[in-house]
């Protein structure tokens, strides 16, 4: 038998086995009468929640219930609702008030308010989730949900992170656990306490008329948040949220217009104040954004990275213009932590893992040449450890900066035109995390690891006070 006569007879046996199991009723395909398994159950805490913390929680928690209703707490927001009443009934989406308050009518939403309408998947997300009977079984709570009424507690003074004095002189701002306090600069007494979401404060900023506030942090590893509050009425204006982890370095464009932070998703960004809306978006560093500020007209954003880069970001177009500092492999000795601008020059002061402060000019004046560091100024004495953070006074006469080696720290001040070092403090067994000028720019704030905070006295050299975080808020067991 040749080849061909094979072929041919196993051809004619498959269409005979065919044949016999489709008589005997046999199915040669996947059998499509199953029924189809159901769809796996809404999971609240994977599904649902971070569609409520990145677009309704800023405005509907603790600090900000807008409409009486706290979104934080799935089970409160159940079983009480808001000023309108339950918002949420189980097992009927479509008589929920919370179903029409999200539902855009001609491509607009009631919310979020001020933003756009959510994209029809997360919409719905939450109508299956409360077909399903709204069940929060899967939800556990991380934690005491802290506001005014429920101020956090404290058995020790917590690391202070960020301090700054507001323009008009009247306030200080100093950081704590899940919330910043004010502080009243005539007598350092305890003026207000301003409690939200994030567990963890990393910078913190007055508006440049002193009535806002801008706060950086979140919780690691679930959510950043960028926070505004009003220093007088303590009320939260606004709250963002930004990425999965905490954000940094907060600052404010000199009109009061937007406000910048630097995130650890490598971006830069920017959001308008009055709108709530996101001007500036860049991508352009390779590891976490440290620190950010505004250039002397406002029209471009400067950022700082432990990818060991300062960027320059042209602010109406969100496009990137320049890299500062000298990119060569090596140049930078380390990851940059903190930047400031001149107060009336187009220079910046920055710091970071190599211990050493230094002046650089903001714009490019010679073309970009391999391994050049044009824009550098001056590099200042060298410090201890990693540079935490650098702040001008009000006229630019004198340069503050902190930091941190170990168990060990420093605070020094500078003459940055000349590069002369002007006042030192070695602080042992703690390290330095921030500064701040006074309005007066002859006082200096600086924040410790051991939740100490030493207010010093330039025209003196002397720590005029030591105050303890906990000796404004007290303590409990």
Same mark, same amino acid.
């Given at each position: 038998?040749?080849?061909?006569?094979?072929?041919?007879?196993?051809?004619?046996? $498959?269409?005979?086995?065919?044949?016999?199991?489709? $008589?005997?009723?046999?199915?040669?395909?996947?059998? /499509?009468?199953?029924?189809?398994?159901?769809?796996?159950?809404?999971?609240?805490?994977?599904?649902?929640?971070?569609?409520?913390?990145?677009?309704?929680?800023? $405005?509907?928690?603790?600090? *900000?219930?807008?409409?009486?209703?706290?979104?934080?707490?799935?089970?409160?927001?159940?079983?009480?609702?808001? #000023?309108?009443?339950?918002?949420?009934?189980?097992? *009927?989406?479509?008589?929920?008030?919370?179903?029409?308050?999200?539902?855009?009518?001609?491509?607009?939403?009631?919310?979020?308010?001020?933003?756009?309408?959510?994209? #029809?998947?997360?919409?719905?997300?939450?109508?299956?989730?409360?077909?399903?009977?709204?069940?929060?079984?899967?939800?556990?709570?991380?934690?005491?949900?802290?506001?005014?009424? +429920?101020?956090?507690?404290?058995?020790?003074?917590?690391?202070?992170?960020?301090?700054?004095?507001?323009? /008009?002189?009247?306030?200080?701002?100093?950081?704590?656990?899940?919330?910043?306090i004010l502080v009243d600069?005539?007598?350092?007494?305890?003026?207000?306490?301003?409690?939200?979401? !994030?567990?963890?404060?990393? #910078?913190?900023?007055?508006?440049? /008329?002193?009535?806002?506030?801008?706060?950086?942090?979140?919780?690691?590893?679930?959510?950043?948040?960028?926070?505004?509050?009003?220093?007088?009425?303590?009320?939260?204006?606004?709250?963002?949220?930004?990425?999965? #982890?905490?954000?940094?370095?907060?600052?404010?464009?000199?009109?009061?217009?937007?406000?910048?932070?630097?995130?650890? /998703?490598?971006?830069?960004?920017?959001?308008?104040?009055?709108?709530?809306?996101?001007?500036?978006?860049?991508?352009?560093h390779e590891d976490w954004?440290?620190?950010?500020?505004?250039?002397?007209?406002?029209?471009?954003?400067?950022?700082?990275?432990?990818?060991?880069?300062?960027?320059?970001?042209?602010?109406?177009? +969100?496009?990137?213009?320049?890299?500062?500092?000298?990119?060569?492999?090596?140049?930078?000795?380390?990851?940059?932590?903190?930047?400031?601008?001149?107060? !009336?020059?187009?220079?910046?002061? $920055?710091?970071?893992?190599?211990?050493?402060?230094?002046?650089? *000019?903001?714009?490019?004046? *010679?073309?970009?040449?391999?391994?050049?560091?044009?824009?550098?100024?001056?590099?200042?004495?060298?410090?201890?450890?990693?540079?935490?953070?650098?702040?001008?006074?009000?006229?630019?006469?004198?340069?503050?900066?902190?930091?941190?080696?170990?168990?060990?720290?420093?605070?020094?001040?500078?003459?940055?035109?000349?590069?002369?070092?002007?006042?030192?403090?070695?602080?042992?067994?703690?390290?330095?995390? !921030?500064?701040?000028?006074?309005?007066?720019?002859?006082?200096?704030?600086?924040?410790?690891?051991?939740?100490?905070?030493?207010?010093?006295?330039?025209?003196?050299?002397?720590?005029?006070?030591?105050?303890?975080?906990?000796?404004?808020?007290?303590?409990?067991?």
């Open positions: 038998m040749t080849a061909l006569d094979t072929f041919a007879s196993l051809r004619k046996s $498959c269409s005979l086995a065919i044949s016999l199991g489709l $008589c005997l009723g046999v199915s040669s395909v996947a059998d /499509d009468s199953k029924p189809t398994p159901p769809a796996a159950k809404i999971n609240y805490t994977q599904q649902i929640e971070p569609i409520f913390r990145q677009h309704c929680q800023g $405005c509907h928690q603790p600090a *900000k219930p807008e409409g009486g209703l706290s979104m934080t707490n799935p089970n409160i927001m159940l079983e009480k609702g808001g #000023d309108s009443g339950i918002s949420i009934v189980r097992g *009927k989406a479509d008589e929920s008030h919370l179903i029409a308050e999200i539902t855009p009518r001609d491509g607009k939403a009631e919310m979020p308010k001020g933003a756009p309408p959510l994209s #029809d998947g997360d919409i719905d997300l939450i109508r299956r989730w409360i077909n399903e009977g709204a069940s929060t079984e899967d939800w556990k709570e991380s934690g005491v949900t802290y506001s005014a009424e +429920q101020p956090p507690p404290y058995k020790s003074s917590p690391a202070i992170t960020a301090v700054s004095y507001s323009p /008009d002189g009247k306030w200080l701002a100093v950081s704590g656990f899940h919330e910043v600069v005539a007598n350092y007494t305890l003026a207000r306490r301003f409690i939200g979401r !994030s567990e963890r404060i990393e #910078d913190i900023a007055f508006s440049n /008329d002193s009535t806002k506030l801008a706060v950086a942090g979140g919780i690691p590893g679930v959510m950043g948040e960028l926070q505004l509050w009003n220093t007088d009425s303590g009320e939260l204006i606004r709250s963002w949220n930004v990425g999965s #982890d905490t954000l940094y370095g907060v600052a404010w464009s000199p009109d009061n217009q937007l406000i910048s932070i630097g995130c650890a /998703d490598n971006s830069v960004r920017a959001f308008e104040v009055e709108s709530g809306k996101q001007k500036v978006f860049s991508a352009t954004a440290l620190d950010t500020v505004f250039s002397l007209k406002g029209d471009h954003l400067l950022s700082v990275s432990r990818d060991r880069s300062m960027k320059l970001v042209h602010v109406d177009t +969100q496009r990137f213009v320049d890299n500062v500092t000298s990119i060569t492999p090596g140049a930078q000795k380390g990851g940059l932590m903190t930047i400031d601008r001149h107060p !009336s020059r187009e220079e910046v002061a $920055c710091g970071g893992a190599d211990s050493v402060p230094k002046i650089y *000019k903001i714009f490019r004046d *010679k073309q970009r040449q391999i391994g050049d560091d044009f824009n550098l100024i001056r590099p200042l004495p060298a410090m201890e450890g990693r540079v935490f953070e650098v702040q001008y006074n009000r006229d630019g006469s004198k340069l503050a900066a902190v930091s941190s080696n170990h168990q060990s720290g420093k605070i020094s001040v500078f003459q940055p035109d000349e590069g002369k070092e002007l006042y030192s403090l070695a602080v042992p067994n703690t390290g330095a995390f !921030s500064v701040a000028f006074a309005a007066d720019g002859n006082t200096i704030a600086a924040g410790l690891s051991n939740g100490q905070l030493l207010v010093i006295d330039l025209t003196t050299s002397q720590v005029a006070r030591t105050i303890n975080f906990v000796d404004w808020v007290g303590t409990r067991p």
